[in-house]
T-cell receptor, first 113, second 114 residues
Framework: GDSVTQMEGPVTLSEEACLTI???????????LFWYVQYPGEGLQLLLK?????DKGSNKGFEATYRKETTSFHLEKGSVQVSDSAVYFCALKSPRGYQKVTFGTGTKLQVIP | DGGITQSPKYLFRKEGQNVTLSCEQN?????MYWYRQDPGQGLRLIYY???????QKGDIAEGYSVSREKKESFPLTVTSAQKNPTAFYLC?????????????FGPGTRLTVT
């Protein structure tokens, strides 16, 4: 079945450091890929997405590229801020007919001043 | 504004009582979902529904029940059979069809059972 593997957290970075959160996936066909962010005590919000190979999703300085050859969708940001502290979830939606979305376990990011 | 509402934000119940969590969306989405999140953990799918009057069990459906009588509503009942009901519950919805459509999440309900 479909699966998403994220790097274990928590990740602690100083402000203005570079961020990479690894995400790899297993799926049948060509899934759509997503990164969601969850701030403390809140629901998840879509951060970015990519729907086909070599697509790059970007938003708020975050980027992720859909790599079919390595089945990866790593999240990157060149300079993190304290306000980026949150939990980040990688997810995929298979092109198959049913509606189930598969999530990774989440990676907690803490940015310190 | 379109979105998903969950109420209440915090809910307290005594052990042995059933409790129903509300989820309403005005996005005209076909699919709706319930997830459970425990402290420091990821999301676990409880139930999902693709269309009205239809729903499927997720990975941890035991001790929970749902209904989907209206497109905009997908209430979750946590029954007394659920062994560890204390958790953060998230509802989501999604436009049906194309896999590129993302999920929209509600703000969550934190249930505490003592």
């Amino acid at each position: 079945g479909d699966s998403v593997t994220q790097m274990e957290g928590p990740v602690t970075l100083s402000e203005e450091a570079c961020l990479t959160i690894n995400c790899t996936y297993t799926a049948t066909g060509y899934p759509s890929l997503f990164w969601y962010v969850q701030y403390p005590g809140e629901g998840l919000q879509l951060l970015l997405k990519a729907t086909k190979a070599d697509d790059k999703g970007s938003n708020k300085g975050f980027e992720a590229t859909y790599r079919k050859e390595t089945t990866s969708f790593h999240l990157e940001k060149g300079s993190v801020q304290v306000s980026d502290s949150a939990v980040y979830f990688c997810a995929l939606k298979s092109p198959r007919g049913y509606q189930k979305v598969t999530f990774g376990t989440g990676t907690k990011l803490q940015v310190i001043p | 504004d379109g979105g998903i509402t969950q109420s209440p934000k915090y809910l307290f119940r005594k052990e042995g009582q059933n409790v129903t969590l509300s989820c309403e969306q005005n996005l005209n989405h076909d699919a709706m979902y319930w997830y459970r999140q425990d402290p420091g953990q990821g999301l676990r799918l409880i139930y999902y529904s693709q269309i009205v009057n239809d729903f499927q069990k997720g990975d941890i459906a035991e001790g929970y029940s749902v209904s989907r009588e209206k497109k905009e509503s997908f209430p979750l009942t946590v029954t007394s059979a659920q062994k560890n009901p204390t958790a953060f519950y998230l509802c989501a919805s999604r436009r049906g069809g194309d896999p590129s459509y993302e999920q929209y999440f509600g703000p969550g309900t934190r249930l505490t059972v003592t």
